[in-house]
T-cell receptor, first 113, second 117 residues
Framework: AQSVTQLDSHVSVSEGTPVLLRCNYS??????LFWYVQHPNKGLQLLLK??????LVKGINGFEAEFKKSETSFHLTKPSAHMSDAAEYFC???????????FGAGTILRVKS | DTEVTQTPKHLVMGMTNKKSLKCEQH?????MYWYKQKAKKPPELMFV???????INESVPSRFSPECPNSSLLNLHLHALQPEDSALYLC????????????????FGEGSRLTVL
């Protein structure tokens, strides 16, 4: 079965410094992977998605993620954190039947001024 | 701005009340979803409708009753809920996988925060 593991439950960075949110996946074949962001008391917004077209995926708000098959990873990065990036981030994989999304436990990003 | 609209944003109800949550999308998506999200947890899938037919029910208690009147609307009827049902209820939609071959990304609404007293 497909699954994702978000390696950090909380990440804290200073404004203007790089962001790294780590995600490892488990899949029996080439997965479809997503990163979603959820601000407090809001719904989920798609940041980016990997569907095998390119291993480096650019998303909204300056975020990007690199699919590394050898490491089974799909880490989310941003060169410079902004206060508005403070939120919870979910790494998500599509299940083997293609009809459901499987969510990671989430990483809460805190941005310090 | 989200293109999936959920009402109400907040709902407080007693355990004997009957209420409904509503969701609307105008993106032409033919798959719609209900998720439940407890605090500090990821969303949990409840129901999936595909072409207005219920295709997935994740063993949800019968006190939650979904309805899809047409391709743009999705309701969740609530009756005799328990305090542990208090949560954020998220609606989402996607292009149906039969069109795209496989499930594409979901577009989420902002949620309805439900409190059961």
């Amino acid at each position: 079965a497909q699954s994702v593991t978000q390696l950090d439950s909380h990440v804290s960075v200073s404004e203007g410094t790089p962001v790294l949110l780590r995600c490892n996946y488990s899949s029996s074949y080439s997965p479809s992977l997503f990163w979603y962001v959820q601000h407090p008391n809001k719904g989920l917004q798609l940041l980016l998605k990997y569907t095998s077209a390119a291993t480096l995926v650019k998303g909204i708000n300056g975020f990007e993620a690199e699919f590394k098959k050898s490491e089974t990873s799909f880490h989310l990065t941003k060169p410079s954190a902004h206060m508005s990036d403070a939120a919870e981030y979910f790494c998500v994989v599509r299940n083997e039947y293609g009809n459901k999304l499987v969510f990671g436990a989430g990483t809460i990003l805190r941005v310090k001024s | 701005d989200t293109e999936v609209t959920q009402t109400p944003k907040h709902l407080v109800m007693g355990m004997t009340n009957k209420k409904s949550l509503k969701c609307e999308q105008h993106m032409g998506h033919r798959a719609m979803y209900w998720y439940k999200q407890k605090a500090k947890k990821p969303p949990e899938l409840m129901f999936v409708y595909s072409y207005e037919k219920l295709s997935i029910n994740e063993s949800v208690p019968s006190r939650f009753s979904p309805e899809c009147p047409n391709s743009s609307l999705l309701n969740l009827h609530l009756h005799a809920l328990q305090p542990e049902d208090s949560a954020l209820y998220l609606c989402a939609s996607s292009q149906d996988r039969r069109l795209a071959g496989r499930l594409r990304e979901l577009f989420f609404g902002e949620g309805s925060r439900l409190t059961v007293l």
